[in-house]
T-cell receptor
Framework: DTGVSQNPRHKITKRGQNVTFRCDPI?????LYWYRQTLGQGPEFLTYFQNEAQLEKSRLLSDRFSAERPKGSFSTLEIQRTEQGDSAMYLC???????????FGPGTRLTVT | TQLLEQSPQFLSIQEGENLTVYCNSS?????LQWYRQEPGEGPVLLVT?????EVKKLKRLTFQFGDARKDSSLHITAAQPGDTGLYLCASRFTGTASKLTFGTGTRLQVTL
């Protein structure tokens, strides 16, 4: 399968713990996006990379969130000191260029207890 | 803030019925995508429309882009249980080249 992959698919953590998610985009795609989706809502943009450069961050991305794409391939999203409000589905998408279509991975479901 | 409004929010119909889902904004889209999402999975791209007035067909699904590029509709003919899911419209607004803004979605359930 050559689609976008995300790991883990599910993560349960206690409040205050740190978590890290990984996204592997479609191999030739140079743009990678992170979104967050809460129950009953559409996905909301968090941040995106062109190659290894992080070009835009949403106001939703607090100081506890950090994303990297060190070699312009896979990306990681880390949440420090998790809060219950961080519980959501974290979605990764990739595209070839700025105006082309975005393809989504299956998401990582985070539950903070 | 650029918002996408979808209607209806929920739709429960029987197999064989037709339905239409709407997506509207007060701002002009540069392009609009329709996605379908199943529980616990990521959104799957159905179609992209770019030109005002454009109509695209995908089997029993017909997508229309408004002439002013501020609205779109998705029409499903003879719905089947496999059409069940969350239908999301998403747009790049003029001047925001990269990120997608999503609507809140229409949850469709098709029963036998």
């Amino acid at each position: 399968d050559t689609g976008v992959s995300q790991n883990p698919r599910h993560k349960i953590t206690k409040r205050g713990q740190n978590v890290t998610f990984r996204c592997d985009p479609i191999s030739e795609h140079n743009r990678l996006y992170w979104y967050r989706q809460t129950l009953g809502q559409g996905p909301e943009f968090l941040t995106y990379f062109q190659n290894e450069a992080q070009l835009e961050k949403s106001r939703l991305l607090s100081d506890r969130f950090s994303a990297e794409r060190p070699k312009g391939s896979f990306s990681t999203l880390e949440i420090q000191r998790t809060e219950q409000g961080d519980s959501a589905m974290y979605l990764c998408a990739s595209s070839l260029g700025s105006s082309s279509e975005q393809y989504f991975g299956p998401g990582t479901r985070l539950t903070v207890t | 803030t650029q918002l996408l409004e979808q209607s209806p929010q929920f739709l429960s119909i029987q197999e064989g019925e037709n339905l239409t889902v709407y997506c509207n904004s007060s701002s002009v889209f540069s392009s609009l995508q329709w996605y379908r999402q199943e529980p616990g999975e990521g959104p799957v791209l159905l179609v992209t429309v770019v030109t005002g007035g454009e109509v695209k067909k995908l089997k029993r699904l017909t997508f229309q882009f408004g002439d002013a590029r501020k609205d779109s509709s998705l029409h499903i003919t003879a719905a089947q249980p496999g059409d069940t899911g969350l239908y999301l419209c998403a747009s790049r607004f003029t001047g925001t080249a990269s990120k997608l803004t999503f609507g809140t979605g229409t949850r469709l359930q098709v029963t036998l």
